[in-house]
């Protein structure tokens, strides 16, 4: 944080800076924009619903880890938590919606509270911590489906949870936006949220204004494992089966949401609506990589999307990086 | 789920989806460049996809097809179950569907009701046919290392099944070491490094698709023994370097697992559009190689 | 008079890794007292006041707290039990609003939600009762380190403790920022509450302290009402005998001539904001002091010059030659050294050892064809850690476990040992023991001496006045006065702090600083503008 | 006044017993297999874990250094693939002679290796993008313009003349152990007594002390990434020289995560300022022994997941308690 220090605001700076940082929602808005008018059916009931049914699993992780990076943390578990919950939320789809929810989400906070105990009481590293989880959830996985996937109750509720509707908006979603506004209060309102930022900030500060810093970082683990075991419920459910091969990659995928959205990993910082905007991002391309491809003209060299990719990666975050810098000067 | 299998019109060309679920084996990519090539020289607009190895993004891939409106789809599944829901979304939508390689849930989306017909080889029978070729070379006696293809995944599960249900009946056959070498060379000769190491009472190999195989023989080789003398190795899939080796006398032999589809697929597609009966299993007749037959067959290996 | 003490600390043993800090050492704080702890550079202070309020475990001794025996193994506990600390080093969130910072841990809250609105103005309530009238929804961050340490003593009245602990309270604070905090304690001290109070400056102690604790080595030496001369507790604080103190004088300058060559030159140099236009000059062996209010901008002008944050514009020359560093190492490259003033944040690197520490600015030079030369690098160590009397375990210490002054000596040794032709000191001597101040001081004499130049910014005008041949004063950005010296004097620095005509008036429009006197006596020197 | 005394030998347990916490774990899992596994005492056993430890372990001490620093390197397994699909170019499908297609072979993919690093380099110093996401735009780029170089195919190598990369051997020593060796070697001596290894510390332990004290952090940071990148890109050679193929889809993949296991079990701190490249080799070992073990065990996967998930954490917490 060696520009924070020296960082003082001019009044030019203050009228920018609602607009500065947010390089995510330039693009994001861009990205929409352009591919609305390119193809047809992109903003389509159909494609929007199915894009955020999909990419809630995405969201729900990345509100979870805005909370661990914002106490300067990291969580690689998650993913595998996901792809363990799902095998979980399965197993119990048998018993209901209720079951299978509950049976997910809580396999999740536990690890989440296993990642969260080995952090503050064993004193290891968040970023080898969850790598431990991240292979032992894995593990987990396998060993409850027998290393294949495990149908759900395909004639109960359980289901419902992930390709129904309520109120005219997929399930996932509003599951999401609950989470989502749960989240806003939590690091708004609440001495949770605001002793997280502040443990981010300065852990040693932190201990010394009298906080118990260990909770709140066990708490914080809790909620991230319990929002990656609710992403694996939807997954069961919306896919209609545990699995226990998924979710390779999705740590990596909801770190770049968090940080594209602005937030800064060393902690003290951070906007789950950023978060959200940045994971919906992330989501995009491959949406648009999608729909270009059916245009037919340039059909896009399979090998290529990888590069395509990792270059909108690229443009995104230097973009976000340089809007910050400047904030910062 | 009710209702017929939704029409085809009868089109000169067509814009279809190729629903990919992972390029990073020699398979995949043959597989996807057989469909490629055909879509090509007919003229079509082929929407490919890749998920990447997950299943669920493959599955969002396949609703991104059904949001363009394509004339049709054909999925090649990474997973049964995962992919059966957007099978029936597909229908739903009014989107023939055509199912290859490995199969979807079929208590669930049935083929020729749900999806028009599942075109693809029987894993299953795979593992058994390898299982039948190294009883009888073995003479009903050997100590075999098993390589896993990658955990949970249909083929390394039906491989694994149809090889083991096969030599329940012989008592000499015996399986000392089974371990995943998911699929990939480097990681087969890693797992057969450590393997032989533990185990060198071992007399012969199963690998579940032939680059393990291929990287088995580099660790036996390494390790001083020598791969189709003192050891006898059988794969799956009949890719043209598993023939090399064949011929070279160091893999015993290899069932085939064509992944060139794209003729096939097509041809169906337009069997269907045209209104001829398409059978619901449409399952590859492959070839097996040994060294009977390596030689002539390696310019039609893939 | 033992029931009359709020706190009792007796037989205080710890040690870390085996080398003992406190040695049986004893505290005894009376209601309402203001109670001074003093004592060299590592005497212990810090880490008696961090067993008391539980950051660390003691290892052995008894601490009574308002009649009972009590074992805080946690900062918390101390907190809920009625003890409000400030910590050395600003202990406090730097990306969180000062609001925050002032009410953490006992936000207002309705509905069992944080109250933001209430925060915002209890915040304001508790700065404006100490002077600070600042935007308290501003990040912490934005503002300087004295600023800081306001906020922090806010938090610690805020909390409406038992017993106030200071840890070097004033260390970054100008005259009236310390008379207000005095002014404050003294409220405080009517109404029933104790203050334990830590500081070098001597003088301080005896406006506003009425029992006074001396530690030395970990012991206690002496503990009584404060009716000791400074000389007697200086000898006290070192163990030396009242003569051999007194010859050691006040400051420990002695003013060398300096040659008329003009070394560094700036003109109208700026880097917006907070650098508007600045010119000064310092000539070979000449030792240049950098006066103003908080907030004038010092800190910003020595780091532009010094290419920290390079300037945008105006112009510097260095022995005659025009240079616009644009990294530090390109002026270190030049012959200029920089000590800044958060020693925390920008001097030490916490893990590393003291000989590293020492050396790591002179590397370079230590270094033939891309090897570091130990042998050599252990000679310099040698001689500048002895010759600032840095107090550690070994050189091979690391450099976090040293006390906040003896970390201090390590980094102007870091830049003494390098030889330079300028060292620019933002707030030298803030920390350090009055001996140690003494020799730090002497030590930049003989440098001159010996043809340094020194620019020196400090908040201490006693040090500016006998330390310097001359004095820039700024204000808001822009240098309005240079002062000889013969004009040097506690006035007419503090008049030009405050009234010095900047060259253009419509800098006063900008909203800069803050920090008022909140309607105590000296506020006349802060509304200049 | 009490003031050092510098002759006196002080007690620094500290970085001792780091190391010998993770040293210790190798030790015991050494034990235990000599005492249970069959044929463990061979040198082939030790050729096996030794040969597989060189590529992780070449990438780690790139992986080192880059920690050293504060940073993480996401892009080497990518990085990996690239250089391992530019080397059959220059030896197979260039024309060359051998005689100057294997040497470029060896020579170039390392050099674009060392781009792509220096590449993360600037993007984490120059545009101040952090570390993680910085080289995971390669870690995910990387594997595509990979694979865009081979066009995706895995290529296979008609003459074993690439080989000497990965089974040749010298004095008797594979030439893989041998490189691994003096990587490791070079890089103490650089971390201990060179100017840029001091630099490289410093950078992690306190970057704006380190910058206004004359340190060229941008410098620093660039040439270490490229360092990082370079020893990927040797991996990446190694790989394929080994498996007489390259496989722009796999070559390296999860390399990071091993290599980053490795660094965190010997002790470097993930936060940056302090380095074991020792502690480095023996946590590379480790992992690769435990890996060996349990395979050799016959310990399903989804067991030796959480057996390894457990070691690792418990290697780990026990340098905390050694450390306290
Ligand atoms: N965390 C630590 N680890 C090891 N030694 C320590 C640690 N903290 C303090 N010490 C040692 O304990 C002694 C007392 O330090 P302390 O910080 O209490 O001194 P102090 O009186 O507050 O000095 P100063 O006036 O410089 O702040 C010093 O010798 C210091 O090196
Ligand atoms: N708009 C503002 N409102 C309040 N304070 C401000 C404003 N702008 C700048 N400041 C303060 O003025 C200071 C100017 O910088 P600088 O630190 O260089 O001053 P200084 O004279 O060195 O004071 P210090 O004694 O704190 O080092 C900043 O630290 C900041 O706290
Ligand atoms: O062997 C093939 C395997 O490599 C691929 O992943 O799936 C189909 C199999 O036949
Ligand atoms: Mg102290
Ligand atoms: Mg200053």
Redesign the interface.
Known sequence: MAVAQRSRTSSWSAVLKPLLGQGALIALLLLVAFAAFRYEGFLSAYNVSSFFRYNSMFMLIAIGMTFVIVTGGIDLSVGSVAAMSSVIAALASPYGLLAGLLAGALAGALVGLINGLVITRLRVEPFVATLGAFLGARGIAQLASRQNAVSVDQNGTFTKLGQGDFLGLPIPVVLTLVMLATGMVLLRYTRFGRYALSIGDNEDAARLMGFNVDSVKLGVYVFSGLLAGLAGVILASQFGAGQPVEGVGWELTAIAGVVVGGTLLTGGRGSLGNSMVGVILLGLIFNVLNFENGKGIISIDVFWQNVIRGVFLLVVVVMQSSRLARDNH | QGGALPKLAVKPKYRVCFNQSEMDNPWRLAQTKSMQDEAKRLGWTLIFTNANGSAAKQAADVRSCIAQRVDAIFLTPREEKPLTPVVLEAKRAGIPLFVIDRKVDEKVAKPGQDFVTFIGSDFYQEGQRAAEWLVKETGGKAKIIELQGSTGSSPAIDRQKGFADYIKKYPGIQIVASQTGNFTRDEGRKVMEALIQAHPEATAVYAHNDEMALGAITALETAGRKPGKDITIVSIDGQKSALDAIIAGKLGATVECNPRFGVKAFQTLKDYAAGKKVAARLVNEDRFFDKTNAKQMLASAF | MTEDALLHMSGINKAF??VPALRGAHLKVMRGAVHALIGQNGAGKSTLLKVL?G?YSRDSGEILFDGQSVDFT???Q???AGIA?I?QEV??????TVA?NVL??H?PRRY???DWKAMNAQARDHLNKIGVNIDVT??L??YSIAVQQMVAIA?ALALNAKLVVMDEPTSSLDEREVETLFQVINQLSHSGVSVIFVSHRLDELYAACSDITVLR?GQTVYEGALKLTKLQLISTM?GRNVQEVATQGQTGFVRHQHEDEVLLDTRQMRR???VQDISLQVRRKEVVGIAGLLGAGRTETV?AL?G??PAHAGEIHFKNRSVRWK???EA??DGIA?C?E?RK????????S?R?NLT??L??RL?RA???N?AEQ?RV??KF??RL?????????PIRELSGGNQQKVLLA?WLCMRPDLLILDEPTRGIDVGAKAEIQNLISELAGDGLSVLMISSDLEELIEGCHRVTVLRDGRTVAHLSEKELNEESILSAMAHGSAADPASGEQ?RVLVNAGGTTSGGLHDGR | MMVANPKLPVQRPTVLLTQHSALLALLGLILFNILTTPNFLTLNALNINMTQTATILIVAVGMTYVIATGGIDLSVGSIMAISGAIAPLLFISSGLAPTLGIPLAVALPILAAGLCGAFNGLLVTRFHIQPIIATLVLFIAGRGIAQVISGGQLINFPDERFKFLGTSSILGVNIQIFLMLIIVIVAVWVIRSTLFGRYVVAVGGNPEAARLSGVPVVRTKVIVYTISGMLAGLAGLISIAVNNSSDANLVGQNMELDAIAAVAVGGTALSGGKVSLFGTMVGALFIQLLRYTLLVKGVPDSVALMIKAAIIVIAVALQYRRRK
């Not at chain 3, 944040?345 to 590393?352: A, Q, V």
């Not at chain 3, 107090?391 to 210490?397: G, I, K, L, N, T």
């Open positions: 890794g085996g309020t950051a946690s900062p918390k101390s907190q809920l600390t910590y202990n406090l969130v730097r990306l969180q925050e953490l841990g936000e069992g939600m944080i501003r990040p961050a934005s938090r080595d070192i917006a904001p907070q780091r010094f920290a944050e990294t530090p190492s270190i490259a920089f800044g958060d944040h920008d001097g030490i690197i916490p893990d590393w003291v590293e790591l600015a590397l370079p270094t891309g090897i570091v130990r252990q160590v040698e850690a002895e009397n840095v107090r550690c375990a070994s050189y091979d210490q870091r909203e």
